[in-house]
């Protein structure tokens, strides 16, 4: 507490001889998106043939619910959260095992999970509230709002905006000092270290990820705003979407009435852990926590249902490709089947998923690990959140985004209860025969 307090005066002094200056240059102006084009990889251009895609099916929501219930009681997770929405409706918000295989609670609909980067969106679209509302603008440069930025190239801290940030294009090398963060490093040292960091480009014609100068934002944020960054993003984002649950850091998450903690492999089983500290420093990059109530609002935000608070131009500009990464095609199973593009966006990524375009992210740190994407084409939306490192619940998004399309050649999941239920989904999906769970008769989980 005493250090927060001294990080608010530090702060607080600094905004006031940054105000004028911030406030003086925060006129809304249009992004000029094609002044800096597209860097589109030869990999991107060619991509192997689409699999057939058929007449939209259903969407076999019961079947999803029972294939995370098999996962976490035959013991392949200890507990994971489901969220997905369509047409401007919550077709399911549920938790599944529980929160700590040692002292084991159920995990509900407000089990708190930490997002790791799915934080990333939620970064972009405070900024974008703040650029609507003549904050700040997406063009905007870094030491508008922190004169004495510095980065190894010559002029370099100076070309540096809001929006390079955001979309990962500062310039610098991939994952820069991530390892120090792990290692406690305290992120100010670290941004003061980018001064001699090495450069692979100058900003905003290449791509690397980021979560160092990623959080850069946050500082700005608070420049413009004179208000801690996790206070602009409450206000303005959690508060009118009803995400009630939903909080900032390590003290955030274990405030929570009941929050799921993080698992680590230990012989053949989970043993829980405490969570650690060191990518909470980095609130715009990783520094959410919530609940699947929570994110099943961020969903319908994000799909354009709640244009009170994040407009359709609004969310238009985030989800739009910034900067190929052609890397990510290769990253897993589903990706190196389906995509045929991968770009980064605005705290986002895009995607085009065997011809259809698909806003996506993923996070993970130590015993966490999430995944959202957005399918527009079918006002879809679907987020999954588990507390551990398997990989085995990502599985479930190609899944679900196939029968949304009518994809059948695909078999992501490995079936963890001998036979059932995903063999039974599958068997399903080829016959086309929906027994009652399809999308439009399925009802909404309770919150």
């Given amino acids: 507490m005493k250090a927060r307090t001294l990080r608010h005066v530090l702060r607080t002094g600094l905004v006031a001889g940054l ?5 003086g240059s925060s006129a809304q102006t249009p992004l000029r998106w094609n002044s800096r084009p597209l860097q589109v990889s030869p990999s991107t251009t060619t991509s192997p043939a689409a699999p057939a895609v ?44 529980v929160t700590d295989v040692g002292s084991p609670q ?31 603008r997406w063009d905007s440069h870094l030491t508008d709002y922190i004169p004495s930025f510095q980065l190894s190239q010559p002029g370099a801290a100076e070309q540096l905006t809001v929006a390079d940030i955001l979309s990962q294009r500062t310039g610098l090398n991939r994952n820069t000092f991530d390892r120090d963060i792990e290692g406690n490093a305290d992120y100010h040292v670290l941004t003061a270290r980018l001064a ?17 100068a990623f959080s850069l934002i946050g500082d700005i944020v608070f420049a413009a705003t004179g208000h801690f960054y996790p206070e602009t993003v409450a206000s303005r984002i959690f508060k009118p979407l009803g995400m009630n649950d939903a909080s900032y850091g390590l003290e955030g998450i274990t405030a929570s009435v009941r929050w799921a903690r993080p698992h680590i492999r230990r012989g053949r089983g989970w043993v829980a852990v405490t969570p650690k500290p060191t990518y909470y420093r980095l609130e715009p990059a990783a520094g959410v926590n919530a609940s699947i109530s929570d994110m099943a609002q961020w969903l319908l935000a994000q799909s354009g249902h709640r244009p009170d608070v994040l407009p359709a131009p609004l969310l238009a500009t985030l989800h739009a490709p910034l900067v190929s990464t052609p890397g990510e095609m290769t990253v897993a199973s589903w990706r190196r089947t389906r995509l045929t593009s991968a770009n980064y966006a605005l705290g986002w990524r895009d995607y085009s998923y065997s011809g ?5 992210h993923g996070g993970a740190v130590q015993g966490y690990r999430a995944v959202i994407a957005l399918l527009p084409e079918r006002d879809l939306g679907v987020v999954i959140l588990w507390n551990s490192e398997s990989a085995l619940p990502s599985a479930l998004l190609p899944t ?20 059932l239920p995903a063999s039974v989904l599958y068997a399903r999906r080829r016959l086309n025969t929906p027994t009652g769970t399809d999308a439009t008769s399925s009802k909404a989980s309770p919150p």
Wanted: with cysteine; aromatic share 8%; glycine share 10%.
């Fill in 356 to 360: 259809h375009p698909v806003v996506f």
């Fill in 196 to 212: 001699t960091a090495p450069m692979q480009c100058s900003p905003g014609t290449c791509y690397a990820y980021q979560n160092v």
């Fill in 19 to 23: 105000l004028p200056l911030a406030l």
């Fill in 54 to 97: 058929r007449a939209p099916t259903n969407l076999y929501v019961s079947d999803y619910e029972a294939i995370a219930t098999a996962m976490t009681t035959e013991g392949n997770v200890p507990g994971m959260a489901m969220a997905i929405v369509q047409g401007g409706r919550v077709l399911s918000a549920r938790g599944y095992g």
């Fill in 106 to 136: 159920a995990i509900d609909a407000h089990t708190v999970f930490r997002l790791a980067s799915l934080s990333k969106a939620f970064a972009s679209a405070v900024t974008g509230v703040l650029v609507n509302e003549g904050v700040l």
């Fill in 400 to 419: 679900i985004l196939d029968d949304a399309l009518g994809i059948q050649d695909g078999q992501w999941l490995e079936d963890p209860s001998n036979g």
